[in-house]
């Protein structure tokens, strides 16, 4: 074929485009009338309204696609494989294992806690105490090819010291490590500061000094895992951004903000999670702006998928979350990007979840082709418009923490504690009432599995020894005299004191907290008393007459009474109770439930009460206002329906069968 042949002419010239005004038209004739905007609105619990369709005029008045103004976000991410193992030596081995398979970056959790242990306090995550833990944690990984990243909070200064005194006065790996210090977000979910303030304020000073490359963090994730929702979340990770600058001298701000990394969460809300990935870049060059710094100095965005919606009822569906919040950290631009295990909620991973969540990352690259195309999210209409609305909304939650004098004032003010809390209350009333569903917990449950008993043990930790050794420190100079210290044989323990001297609890803690885990201690609660008695719980669906609507209410109620581990057994249908009572026995259930429709209700009630009522407890699938009372008198106990707080009622149920609540 010759070039002549192959035609060039544009596509469909021949169809006339659809204007948004004629669009519109045939939405409003659909819809009889009704205004589509407030039909089809989506105004989700995150605060952010959507329409039903975005054209390209939407993008006309964008700001952040003006000329000379874009969002850049890296092509490539680094996949940082989070290491579980509590002993240096085998946390070194399984971090050589995912290296091997091509893991890019490792995240080491290390965290110390002077408040409860012996000694000198405790040590949770990987058991790193002194300078030749440190060695063994390390040895044989090649740090000129490896990020580290380590989760070590309040303890980063003596992590990084450790790390100066291994590294013995060579920089050449300095910018292979990176720390997840945040003070600020420590008062937050402690109610206090780490140290005096004084103090605190001349650590991240030392902090900004050291040749390491991301010193300064911003845990936007740990709100979202309290709550929050996304607009909170970024709102929430700029402030703690802009509290560093404040708090280094004008002439070392350029310093610390190119030490200033942010951990945000990779929520359940794809596109909505996109857009926020994106306008974190966007709104990290107001703040510099707003400092008179460089604009261009980058930001390292790194993201971990949620721990918020992850479930221990039907687990394998964490691997299915996990997925869709990879594949929106990727499109958003995140640099770095953790996926936890499925099983990372209950148990330690296994070679099987570990492997699973590193190839999430593995098929994004290398089969989805996500690296392939840069800045994925640029030009979709509805991407653009939520990265806007998102931006404008978290910049306006940034003002607010702001005009109370900065995130530490804004926490001791209790302002947000207050606001996340809300936001936790919304989630959680939606979750009680399905408009937010968590498939396997709240809808759709996996009756049959059989919940661990140990479900929520507290993390592990041990104590911290100390040793002969009596270093001394200097706070003006207290990495210096860290590092010294441990070159000299001292231990953690030996010095925690100098880093983490948690001051008196003036505010409210915010608390990470799972979703799911209400739901699961219903299930424990229902698997007790199966255990006790040496039977299962059980219910019994009665249909009964209009079979579309007995059907559809069976299915309801399956769903509903399988959350709390009830085992439901349904039944093809009957003509009446009477029919019913031939086939099941009063004793073979512990609960009965009446589905059928709300016009047939009037004339089953009094005989299924009398039938099915001795010792159980009777449900009715509906909520027919105008009997409600009778059909009580008549000893129906509760009612099921869509709306209805799912968790209450099934507690409810739970307590007239005498289940106990732990």
């Not at 009889?32 to 995150?46: C, F, Q, R, T």
């Amino acid at each position: 074929m010759s070039d002549s042949d192959i035609k060039t002419d544009p596509l469909f010239t021949e169809f006339e485009p659809a204007s948004t005004e004629k669009w519109e038209d045939v939405l409003t004739r659909d819809l009889k009338g009704a205004d589509y905007k407030k039909k089809l609105a989506w105004n989700s619990i995150e605060g952010i309204e959507v329409l039903p369709f975005y054209r390209k005029e939407d993008l006309e008045n964008l700001p952040h696609l003006a000329e000379g103004v874009g969002i850049n976000t890296p092509s490539k991410w680094q996949f940082c494989e989070p290491i579980d193992k509590a002993d240096p030596a085998e946390a070194n081995a399984a971090a050589k294992q995912a290296l091997e398979n091509g893991t890019d970056a490792l995240w080491f959790r290390i965290r110390f806690d002077p408040d409860e242990g012996m000694l000198g306090g405790d040590v949770s995550g990987i058991r790193v105490q002194d300078l030749d833990d440190m060695k063994t944690l390390l040895d044989g990984i090649d740090l000129k090819t490896t990020q580290v990243v380590f989760d070590s909070g309040v303890g980063s200064p003596g992590v990084l010291a450790l790390i100066h005194a291994m590294m013995d006065g060579s920089d050449d790996i300095a910018e292979s490590f990176s720390f997840l210090f945040d003070p600020f977000t420590y008062i937050a979910g402690h109610g206090r500061l780490s140290l005096p303030e004084n103090q605190l304020i001349s650590v991240i000073n030392q902090m900004v000094d050291s040749p390491m490359s991301d010193t300064l963090a911003a845990d936007g994730a740990f709100y979202h895992n309290c709550g929050a929702t996304i607009i909170q979340e970024l709102g929430i990770a700029l402030s703690i951004a802009s509290e560093y600058l404040a708090n280094v001298p004008e002439d070392k701000r350029e310093q610390a903000a190119k030490k200033i990394w942010m951990h945000l969460s990779a929520g359940s809300l794809y596109f909505p999670e996109i857009a926020k990935f994106r306008a974190a870049r966007l709104l990290w060059t107001r703040v510099l702006d707003g400092y008179n710094l460089d604009s261009d100095i980058p930001l390292t965005v790194h993201t971990s998928t949620s721990m918020w919606n992850k479930s221990i009822a039907d687990p394998h569906n964490n691997m299915l979350r996990a997925t869709t919040e990879a594949t929106s950290a990727a499109v958003g631009g995140a640099n770095r990007i953790t996926i936890h295990p499925y099983n990372t909620t209950f148990e330690a991973s296994d070679t099987f979840s570990r492997r699973i969540a590193r190839n999430v990352s593995h098929i994004l690259d290398e089969e989805s082709h996500l690296t392939a195309v840069d800045n994925p999210g640029d030009g979709s209409y509805y991407v653009e418009v939520l990265t806007d609305e998102i931006a404008k909304k978290a910049w306006e939650f940034f003002q607010l923490i702001e005009k109370q004098g900065g995130f530490q004032k804004a926490v001791e003010a209790d302002i947000i504690q207050v606001e996340v809390g809300k936001s936790r209350k919304a989630k959680e009333e939606a979750l009680n009432t399905r408009e937010l569903v968590l498939t396997g917990v709240n809808n759709y449950p996996d009756a049959d599995q059989e919940l661990p008993d140990n479900l929520f043990q507290s993390t592990p930790a041990d104590s911290l020894p100390q040793t002969d050794s009596e270093p001394e420190i200097d706070d003006d100079h207290l990495i210096d005299s860290l590092i010294d210290a441990f070159k000299n044989g001292a231990s953690v323990g030996d010095v925690i004191s100098s880093f983490l001297t948690p001051q008196k609890q003036l505010n409210t803690a915010l608390k990470t907290y799972r979703a799911a885990k209400p739901f699961e201690e219903l299930r424990l609660r229902t698997q007790s008393l199966a255990k006790s008695r040496g039977k299962e719980v059980s219910a019994h669906l009665i249909p009964i007459g209009n079979k579309r609507m007995r059907k559809a209410r069976a299915t309801f109620s399956q769903n509903y009474l399988g959350c709390a581990g009830f085992q439901v057994k349904n039944h093809l249908g009957f003509d009446s109770v009477e029919e019913a009572a031939k086939d099941i026995s009063i004793d073979e259930a512990d609960i009965f439930v009446l589905c059928s429709s709300d016009e047939e209700y009037p004339e089953l009630v009094e005989d299924f009460c009398e039938t099915f009522g001795d010792e159980s407890v009777l449900i009715l699938a509906g909520y027919p206002k105008d009997h409600l009372e009778s059909f009580k008198e008549a000893g129906i106990d509760l009612f099921i329906y869509s709306g209805s707080n799912i968790l209450e009622t099934l507690s409810e149920v739970q307590d007239k069968l005498g289940i106990d609540s732990e």
